[in-house]
């Protein structure tokens, strides 16, 4: 199975359903992957300031792994987020 994620939002939410899938808790997760159930918890709500290693070290104890595609088109343009295509004055 695949899984979209392009924020931190959703990748809260499938960390979450996919602890839920295998019935663990976040205490369980939170062993597993060797870090805080508080970290688990701040990450399923969108809270927690994402560390890379971190999330591939809870992303393999849930036995799931990474793969980054190129899309077609951008999603997002990050000079418009950014403010990069209107010159300030």
Same mark, same amino acid.
């Given at each position: 199975?695949?899984?979209?994620?392009?924020?931190?939002?959703? /990748?809260?939410? $499938?960390?979450?359903?996919?602890? =839920?899938?295998?019935?663990?808790?976040?205490?369980? #997760?939170?062993? @597993? +992957?060797?870090?805080?159930?508080?970290?688990?918890?701040?990450?399923?709500?969108?809270?927690?300031? /994402?560390?890379? $290693?971190?999330?591939?070290?809870? =992303?393999?104890?849930?036995?799931?792994?990474?793969? #980054?595609?190129? @899309? +077609?088109?951008?999603?997002?343009?990050?000079?418009?987020?950014?403010?990069?295509?209107?010159?300030?004055?």
């Amino acid at each position: 199975m695949q899984y979209q994620v392009r924020t931190t939002q959703e /990748l809260a939410t $499938t960390v979450r359903n996919l602890r =839920l899938a295998k019935n663990m808790t976040q205490a369980d #997760l939170a062993t @597993r +992957a060797g870090v805080s159930r508080k970290w688990i918890s701040d990450l399923e709500s969108g809270r927690s300031s /994402l560390r890379l $290693t971190k999330v591939l070290i809870l =992303l393999d104890a849930l036995d799931i792994s990474l793969t #980054l595609q190129e @899309r +077609a088109k951008p999603s997002i343009d990050l000079d418009d987020l950014l403010g990069l295509d209107n010159p300030r004055d």
